[in-house]
């Protein structure tokens, strides 16, 4: 009989070679991309197929709250959890040897829980393969190392580095800048390698603190799993350090905020060939058709892009965010970029996604605006060759504006779901709602003695 241990990656095997596996958490990630699920001794893992969750919990809220489901019922049915060995690895943070699984969200007769992140972005997957074609996806991540914050009224600040000195802005690409908390980056490399998983670079950003990954191109659900893990990981690499690691869009005032750029490809999977180019090294109509549903239906996928009202403290005008749907060749003011590459690597980055993005409805959001255009075969406007920041757009400016965009977009919410559009949808204005009931420090000090 086969072992279940023989099916999971070799890094996976490798970490528990010669040591006793003693837990095994069986986690999915619900609508903000938080872990959830149970943890067991490896003993009982080994003997149980499956195990159960409610599906409420795509009805939290990222304060905890519950919001109304959408079709009247909140009886909470079971879940069923199904274990996707490929995905089994290291949590190397914790003090017994441990593995983390991801696992499938089926229901009781065996058919994928819409609403689960990770089976909406199957889902778009699914679409391209129908129609021959492979999506592939090359992820950047965004975030921030700051100082602990402890108490949510106070600011947050750089963490300290090495050299006693705060963390200083405006230091992209500087060697020097990341040296500075090497020893949270040290660790960020160990837990991959311990992982199994592959960076492709690691760089300063602009902002105090701010540090971008690179992942290799490759498959939209594996590389969403690696994002989910690599959250985790970050977090724990940084509180091993006395800082913090934060994915929020906007952490520190006056500093840019962070992205998730999300470069896209597609291939033939008749011919293996990059179908945005064509033989002799042109850019296809497919190319075109591409960036065009980019174009059209992005404001509806904002919402999963920008998920909190914080997100929208990124988009602004002149701060390294772009805040518009242009399209050019090596021009980073514009929202969709098409880099500089040969023939076979042709591509467009996405560069709206913010890193506080559910990685997985992110980068199926994303692409399902793509596929849209593929199969609506629309052509995008004339390329920006200039400075796009300062052109007007249709995209939505606050939470509530990019629900109603994508409660009216019907093909979009087809292609993404419409089960699972409205759960979404739920959650967010409850959070929306449970937002406006917050007074801030601006309207404590500006108007409480003023209007």
């Not at 983390?100 to 058919?111: N, S, T, Y």
């Not at 108490?151 to 992209?172: C, F, L, T």
């Not at 980068?363 to 609506?376: D, F, K, N, P």
């Not at 937002?435 to 003695?449: G, K």
């Amino acid at each position: 009989m086969t072992k279940w241990t023989d099916q999971i990656p070799q890094a996976a095997r490798d970490y528990i070679a010669d040591r006793r596996l003693d837990e095994v958490e069986c986690i999915i990630a619900d609508i903000a991309g938080v872990a959830r699920g149970k943890a067991m001794p490896a003993s009982k893992f080994a003997t149980q197929a499956n195990y159960f969750l409610p599906n409420s919990i795509f009805l939290q809220t990222i304060t905890g709250e519950w919001a109304d489901n959408p079709s009247g019922l909140f009886t909470e049915p079971d879940m069923v959890l199904v274990p996707d060995y490929s995905t089994a690895t290291a949590a190397p943070w914790t003090a017994d040897i441990t593995l983390q699984v991801i696992h499938h969200a089926q229901d009781q007769q065996g058919i994928p829980v819409p609403t689960a992140p990770r089976n909406v972005l199957q889902r778009i997957v699914d679409l391209y393969n129908a129609r021959g074609w492979q999506p592939v996806v090359a992820p950047e991540m965004e975030f921030f190392l700051t100082a602990r914050n402890l108490d949510p009224n106070q600011p947050v600040i750089p963490p300290m580095g090495r050299s006693g000195r705060r963390a200083q802005g405006k230091q992209a690409y500087s060697m020097s800048a990341i040296d500075e908390y090497g020893k949270v980056i040290d660790d960020i490399y160990d837990f991959a390698e311990a992982q199994g998983m592959e960076i492709d670079g690691i760089l300063q950003e602009g902002g105090a603190g701010q540090v971008e990954i690179n992942l290799a191109h490759g498959d939209p659900v594996r590389l969403a799993d690696e994002i989910f893990f690599f959250k985790r990981l970050i977090r724990e690499a940084a509180l091993r350090h006395d800082c913090f690691a934060t994915f929020m869009a906007k952490p520190i005032e006056g500093e840019p905020g962070s992205a998730m750029h999300i470069h896209h490809s597609v291939v033939s999977t008749e011919t293996g060939k990059n179908i945005f180019s064509a033989a002799d090294g042109t850019e296809t109509e497919a190319f075109m058709h591409f960036i065009a549903g980019m174009q059209n239906h992005l404001p509806g996928a904002v919402a999963l892009l920008a998920p909190y009202v914080n997100s929208y403290r990124r988009y602004v005008p002149d701060f390294a965010a772009p805040i518009n749907l242009e399209w050019g060749r090596d021009n980073r003011t514009t929202g969709l970029r098409v880099p500089i590459s040969g023939p076979e690597a042709r591509r467009l980055e996405n560069r709206l996604a913010g890193m506080d993005c559910n990685p997985y409805l992110g980068i199926a959001a994303s692409l399902a605006c793509g596929y849209l255009g593929l199969v609506e075969g629309t052509m995008p406007r004339a390329e920006c060759t200039g400075d796009a920041y300062n052109i007007e757009t249709d995209l939505p400016y606050t939470l509530g504006d990019a629900l109603d965009l994508l409660e009216g977009d019907a093909a979009l919410r087809e292609v993404l779901g419409d089960e699972f559009c409205k759960v979404y949808d739920s959650v967010k204005r409850n959070e929306y709602k449970e937002f406006l009931q917050v007074i801030s420090p601006w309207e404590r000090e500006h108007l409480l003695l003023n209007v």
